[in-house]
């Protein structure tokens, strides 16, 4: 299957480092179920970048939208990171979405350059 979504490079280091002390914390198991649950999340709003549960965060820039990957989980407390996108054209000239941050839902994603990475 053909990946409808780019990852910006501060996105990929989030997540390296989101996988990286879930390890640390919770084990390696914990890990690669997380994993599973970003890959799914991000899967989800590439297939349809407007679902009803994200949100429009105009404040960090136009067009931007959050997702917080619990709900791909299905369960309130699955999850505690949230991943800021925007539609964009993907290098093939298809459309799909540029994840552009992986964030804990602690964080302010306006100190975090949410919108910068995608440059």
């Known amino acids: 299957m053909m990946r409808r979504y780019r990852l910006t490079e501060a ?9 990286g002390e879930s390890a640390r914390v ?3 198991q914990q890990r690669d ?6 890959e799914e999340a991000v899967e ?11 949100r429009a965060r105009e404040e960090l820039g136009p067009g ?3 997702f917080h990957i619990e709900l791909a989980a299905g369960r309130r407390g699955a999850a505690s990171h949230a991943v800021y996108y ?5 290098e093939d000239g298809s459309n799909g979405i ?3 941050r992986i964030l804990h839902e602690r964080m302010d994603p306006l ?3 949410v919108r910068q990475a995608e440059e």
């Open 11 to 19: 996105a990929d280091g989030d997540i390296v480092e989101i996988l």
């Open 26 to 28: 919770f084990g390696p």
């Open 33 to 38: 179920a997380y994993a599973r649950l970003i």
């Open 44 to 54: 989800m709003i590439a297939g349809e970048p407007e679902w009803p549960a994200s």
């Open 64 to 66: 931007v939208r959050s």
């Open 86 to 90: 925007m539609r964009d054209r993907l």
């Open 98 to 100: 540029v994840v552009l």
């Open 111 to 113: 100190l975090h350059d």
